[in-house]
Structures are given as structure tokens and as C-alpha cells.
Nanobody, 115 residues
Framework: VQLQASGGGLVQPGGSLRLSCTTS????????IGWFRQPPGKEREGVSC????????EYANSVKGRFTISLDTTENTVNLQMTSLKPEDTAVYYC?????????WGQGTLVTVSS
């Protein structure tokens, strides 16, 4: 199972980025999809997740109101729209797909928020 994450880059504080996670190995609508991040020198943390099957979408308190996760079933892609970015959002962002005990991670994409 292969996940490809993309969309990271350098952005100024207050700016926006959209991360994408896709795969050709399975239909993402059938999986629980999450975005995680690992800031420099810190542990990986959950950012947002979505499950079409269970009708659930969740966000970490630190990103509520600024980030939006969405599933594009046509493109088989899960996007993370990030707005009002802050320096503390700087991290490597990873997507993860889970179905039962099967868990797969993408390779990570770096987001740097700096002026």
C-alpha cells in the first residue's frame, strides 16, 4: 500500500497551503484517513482525520478553524487545506490510511512557515 503526500513548501505567516494525499492502491473512501505532523525536535502529533464510513471528521485544537480536511472521491485524494498558518505549524506532514489493523503512511511533506 503506497500513499503519496504532496503540497508542502515555504509560506509566510498568515498564508495558506493545500496538502494532498493520494494512492492508486485502494479506494480512500473505504479507509480512515488522517494527517499527522512532526515539528522539528518534537514527537509526531495528530492534526486531522476523516472517515467517510463513520461520518467523522476531527481536528486537533491547535488547528481548528484554520485547517480543513476533505475527501475527493473522484481523484481518490484526501486534501488538507491550511489557512492562517503560523510558525508553529512548521513540521513534516504525513498522511496515514487505516482499515482495521492495516496501517499505511505516506512519505511526508515539509511545511515551513517563516517570514
Amino acid at each position: 500500500v503506497q500513499l503519496q503526500a504532496s503540497g508542502g513548501g515555504l509560506v509566510q505567516p498568515g498564508g495558506s497551503l493545500r496538502l494532498s494525499c493520494t494512492t492508486s492502491s485502494f479506494r480512500m473512501v473505504n479507509y480512515h484517513i488522517g494527517w499527522f505532523r512532526q515539528p522539528p525536535g518534537k514527537e509526531r502529533e495528530g492534526v486531522s482525520c476523516t472517515s467517510k464510513r463513520y461520518g467523522r471528521t476531527e481536528y486537533a485544537n491547535s488547528v481548528k478553524g484554520r485547517f480543513t480536511i476533505s475527501l475527493d472521491t473522484t481523484e481518490n485524494t484526501v486534501n488538507l487545506q491550511m489557512t492562517s498558518l503560523k510558525p508553529e505549524d512548521t513540521a513534516v506532514y504525513y498522511c496515514r490510511a487505516q482499515k482495521g489493523e492495516v496501517v499505511s503512511w505516506g512519505q511526508g511533506t515539509l511545511v515551513t512557515v517563516s517570514s
